[in-house]
């Protein structure tokens, strides 16, 4: 703060921007402008030092985790884990699980609105990404790693980073191609004669945006997936609590027998 009120002269790059950004690149907003459009190799690069970052998170992640005795995801696969095992134990809360079911698709809604008009309006890629984190997360709460595994079966990481640093490199070739210019915007829906929804534009930005919240996504799950690996338990004690399990839900067996029982032995 008190090198910007004690700098020397008055800079010469904003009104650069705010005088240029509307008129060569569409964008009402123009930190959107600088990110996607003047900047747009840097912001290349600092994706993918995020996505780089992340494997390297989920690197030291996952030898604590070898460590600690976690499952491996090849036994999960094998292993005929209970149903559920979320924050409610084996069974959790119907009211919590259809919680998660309608913050899940709700929060993609968000993250596509702020994707969709984050050129012209505060919001923007990085920003979806961490919203449907955060929801992805709640899954791995209330579900447990198995079934949010199974259930969610398009949440592969790795596969998001790649695609979402390849996205943009191949809009940064194509910009290049019909600009001459490489990161240059381009407003695809208007070169092919395309109508779209006010203030929506198919354009280099919105895939630029696209790009940034599936990197985002993929390294934000990559280390809540490593976070959320169960711990590894003996088979034997896997058999007895699938029977146990079975047995409630045939009403032959309560949680207060099974306390009871555990008293008197």
């Known amino acids: ?32 402008a600088i990110i996607l459009d003047f900047r747009a ?3 290349l690069f600092e994706i993918t030092v995020f996505g780089v970052a992340a494997l390297g998170v989920y690197t030291l992640l996952r030898y604590a985790s070898r460590e600690a005795g976690d499952i491996e ?24 699980r259809v919680l998660a079911y309608v913050i899940l698709p709700l929060s993609l809604v ?14 923007d890629g990085f920003t979806a990404g961490v919203i449907v984190s955060l929801a992805v997360g709640l899954w791995y709460v209330v579900f ?30 194509i910009s290049a191609a019909i600009t001459g210019i490489l990161f240059a915007p381009v407003d695809f ?10 203030n929506f534009h198919f354009n280099t930005g919105l895939l630029f945006e696209i790009a940034i919240a599936l990197t ?32 409630e839900k045939l009403g032959q067996v309560t949680r207060v027998d099974l306390s009871i029982g555990s008293e008197e032995e």
Do not use: C, N
Request: glycine share 12%.
């Open 1 to 32: 703060f008190v090198m910007l009120i004690t700098r020397p002269r008055e800079s010469i790059v904003t009104p650069y921007f705010e005088r240029f950004a509307e008129p060569l690149t569409g964008a009402k907003d123009i930190v959107g």
């Open 41 to 43: 190799l840097d912001t």
């Open 73 to 96: 995801v090849t036994v999960i696969e094998k292993v005929k884990l209970p149903k559920t095992m979320g924050i409610g134990g084996i069974h959790s809360s119907p009211f919590v």
């Open 110 to 123: 968000i993250g596509f609105i702020h994707i969709a008009y984050g050129h012209d309006q505060p919001g």
């Open 144 to 173: 447990g790693y198995r079934d949010t595994k199974r259930l969610l079966p398009w949440l592969k990481s790795i596969e998001l980073i790649s695609v979402g640093i390849l996205l943009i490199i191949i809009t940064g070739v």
């Open 189 to 198: 829906g208007e070169l092919m004669g395309f109508e779209f929804p006010k």
């Open 216 to 247: 985002v996504l993929g390294g934000a799950s990559l280390v809540i997936d490593t976070l959320g690996r169960p711990k590894d338990i003996d088979l034997e004690s896997l058999r007895i609590v699938e029977e146990i399990s079975e047995m």
